[in-house]
């Protein structure tokens, strides 16, 4: 089966240019929305379209534009999510780098629908290839009439800022990247009041994903139904699928939600190198509850496949582990992650992460006993549900769900004093 | 003044963007650690407060919550190698290794020659052309084996001993 690109232009081929953006349809659609259709009229296509937030939470996105005042008092704010950094994850970068024009409609649209003055899109600091190349398309769209003042003669000023971010995961975080792009630290703000609300510079502001303001276009193109016949019911439209780990073919395929995990690792990455068997796949991102080989056999990408096997299909960066792969170094490297990124604010969360890193380490070293696998067990449990953001739930899934799932191979850490696996696994 | 007039015209250019001076912080910082060899010296520190009316305490906050400004100098080429999940599925601690051998120091460290430093980075985006290495926060090198450090080591001083600085 060949992939379904909505958002990436055919294999080999980039859109960077305006030219060739147009030559394919571009701006098309903005053009319609702005000449053709009322603002109100755009959010209820979106909120028909049942199109979600391609960031990790799946949130309605026409839903969170009808969160804004209705009075449309100015300045109203979009910040635009490029902070892409969630581990497995590493779709965003291929529109930035290969079909940015496609993300630049997308925000003038949601500009048109949701009376915005300016869009900030906050980009990784280490994006610096995508960052440049958005920038270019930015230029273009101003020279080509489709950012600026005035826009088509329609009477809307609309800005489009480029804003780099500096190495820190929990920017990605909507409250976090807002409070970043104030230029202090990412910590994350108590809600409510929710960024529709009170965001960016105390306005109205909405946050969504890059991918998430790219389907926006074909929607307008195509019409809602139409996006709602891709994917299942209430995981609508394509994805961009990351694949990483061990299969032969790693990439990103994009494909419609719904789309088997078998699918994913066995066909369109390859499967497994040399024939090795699955143990183990985090299906979005390594915040995301892991799943034994026996359940991604069986599971669907869309959300609520994945809520009902027991994870979540967050960003869609799907991670494979095979059989020489020792679990307690995988929990291990996702627990450093958190204990390095955690904003340092909620107690749970700050002393959390360093406990679960601690204990995996002493688990791997040979020095675990069986009271800290009741110590994870615990700790996880006060991480959960209980902080301003869900950067320590992220972590007490991460790791804690691999001792839950794999809970054997921990028990013969403590048993074998060391990894009975260090023969074959991958070093941490 | 540690901030040339060049650099205080260009972060001054950013301010219409914002309705606050505050939000150029980070691009500012960005900018004097692209001109200063990749790190933050720290006279620069009260002059930015003062362009961007904050406390100094403020611009202190931001440097150190965030892992790609340095307060310390980094070598000529600050190496970062991603060992994330993905990356280390795909031999990333290897290449490190192969990094350590070949320059004589342990993340965090620097050459005496000042040329290179070494770090380890989290997840760079790349798990699909894994294992990632960053060089001076700009260019990847994907798809790094161990076999490939001493080749781009060697590439990297030609470099240097061919060319200026490049942008940090």
Redesign the interface.
């Known amino acids: 089966m060949p992939e379904l690109r909505l958002l990436l232009p055919p294999v080999g081929e980039n859109w960077s240019r305006i030219a060739d953006y147009r030559a394919h349809g571009g701006y098309g659609a903005a053009e319609r929305a702005l000449r053709e259709m009322t603002p109100e009229a755009i959010v209820e296509l979106v909120k028909s379209s049942r199109l979600r937030g391609r960031g990790g939470a799946g949130f309605p996105t026409g839903m969170k534009w009808g969160f804004l005042p209705k009075d449309r008092q100015r ?1 109203r704010y979009i910040a635009c999510n490029a902070d ?7 779709k ?2 291929q529109i930035l780098e290969r079909n940015p024009h496609k993300l630049i409609e997308g925000l003038l649209i949601a500009a048109w629908a949701n009376t915005i003055d ?1 869009a900030y899109v906050y980009m ?6 995508p960052f440049e190349n958005l920038g270019a398309a930015v230029a273009e769209a101003y020279a080509a009439g489709y950012l600026g003042k005035n826009v088509l003669g329609t009477g809307l000023d609309f ?1 489009v ?1 480029l ?7 929990i920017c990605g975080e909507e409250t976090g990247l807002l409070e ?7 910590q994350p703000r108590k809600r409510p009041p929710f960024p529709a609300i009170s965001g960016l ?1 105390r306005r109205p502001t909405i946050v969504n994903n890059v991918e998430t303001m790219s389907h926006v276009p074909h929607i307008v193109a195509n019409g809602a139904e139409w996006f709602k016949q891709i994917g299942v019911e209430k995981s609508t439209g394509t994805t961009i699928f ?5 299969v032969v073919r ?3 395929y994009e494909l419609p939600l719904g789309t088997p995990l078998r699918e994913l690792i066995f066909e369109y990455a390859g499967g497994i190198p040399e024939g090795r068997a699955l143990k183990a796949v ?1 299906p979005g991102g ?1 915040s995301m509850p892991v799943l034994t080989a026996e359940q991604a056999m069986q599971v669907d990408m869309s959300h609520d496949a994945l809520v009902a096997a027991g994870s979540m299909l967050g960003t869609g ?1 799907i ?1 494979v ?1 095979d059989e020489r ?1 020792c679990m307690v ?2 929990a291990l ?2 627990a450093r ?1 958190f204990r ?2 955690s ?1 340092g604010q909620c107690t749970q969360c700050r002393e959390g992460t360093g406990w679960l890193h601690k204990l995996m380490v002493s688990l791997e070293a040979g020095t675990g006993t069986p009271a800290d696998l009741k110590t994870i067990d615990e700790v996880t449990r006060f991480m959960d549900g209980h902080t301003i953001c869900a950067l320590s739930d992220a972590a007490a899934w991460g790791s804690g769900w691999f001792l839950r799932r794999f809970r054997q191979e921990f028990e013969d850490h403590v048993t074998h004093r060391g990894c009975p696996l260090a023969a074959t696994s ?3 | 003044m540690a901030l040339s007039s060049e650099l205080t015209q260009r972060i001054s250019a950013e301010f219409p ?4 001076k ?6 500012a ?2 900018f004097v650690q692209e001109e200063s060899g990749g790190w933050l010296p720290k006279d620069v520190v009260p002059e930015l407060a003062q362009l ?1 009316e ?1 406390p100094v305490i ?1 611009v202190w ?2 440097i150190s ?5 340095n307060a310390e100098p980094v070598g000529r080429y600050h190496l970062r190698v991603c ?4 990356c ?4 990333a ?2 290449v490190v290794r192969a990094f350590e051998q070949a320059l004589d120091i342990r993340p965090g460290e620097r050459t005496e020659d000042g040329m290179f430093s070494l770090g380890e ?10 294992p990632v290495l ?1 060089v001076n ?4 090198d994907e798809g790094l084996s161990p076999g490939d450090v001493g080749g781009l080591v060697a590439r990297l001083r030609k470099e240097a001993s061919t060319s200026k600085r490049e942008e940090s």
């Open positions: 300045p892409e950094s969630e581990p497995g994850t590493f965003d970068r300016a990784r600091g280490e994006y610096r290839g800005d800022y804003h780099r971010g500096a190495g820190a995961y970043s792009l104030e230029g202090r630290k990412g510079w990351g694949v990483s780990g061990d790693p990439g990103t985090i390594v960066g991670v582990l792969q170094r995988a490297a996702i992650f390095h990124e904003c991958f070093e941490v | 963007k914002y309705p606050e505050r939000a150029v912080l980070l691009t910082l960005h961007l904050i403020d906050e931001v919550f965030y892992s790609m400004f060992t994330n999940l993905s280390c599925l795909r031999g601690r290897a980075v989290e997840c760079l985006g790349s798990c699909g052309t894994a960053q926060n700009r260019r990847y």
